[in-house]
């Protein structure tokens, strides 16, 4: 088992920053891939940015060049450095992790941007 603590979400002004951070703790040991996912009312959840034990990203289109996903395996974190925020940003985020014994979610965290 894995758990999963989110931090960083609040209200921002258009083309403002965040930086998201997520703590693992359990049988961190196991985590391979860690992801940051969104979702807003009546919408999907979708994939924002991952990046493997190795240190391989990716990112949707609508966010590259514009936010960072990094990961302190000593600590056991990864982060989502969020900057150029925009108002269709606004979003819960979610981290989540790929481990030995399946995949795991954090509890989310709001993030609002205002035009």
């Known amino acids: 088992q894995v758990q999963l603590v989110e931090s960083g979400g609040g209200l921002v002004q258009d083309g403002g920053s965040l930086r998201l951070s997520c703590v693992a703790s359990g049988s961190v040991y196991s985590i391979n891939n860690m992801n940051w996912y969104r979702q807003t009312p009546g919408r999907l959840r979708e994939l924002v940015a991952g990046i493997t034990s190795g240190g391989s990203t990716n990112y949707r289109d609508s966010v590259k060049g514009r936010f960072t996903i990094s990961r302190d395996n000593a600590k056991n974190t990864v982060y989502l450095q969020m900057n150029s925020l925009k108002p269709e940003d606004t979003a819960v985020y979610y981290c989540?992790?790929?481990?030995?014994?399946?995949?795991?979610w954090g509890q989310g965290t709001q993030v609002t941007v205002s035009s």
């Open positions: 989540n992790v790929r481990a030995i014994g399946g995949s795991y």
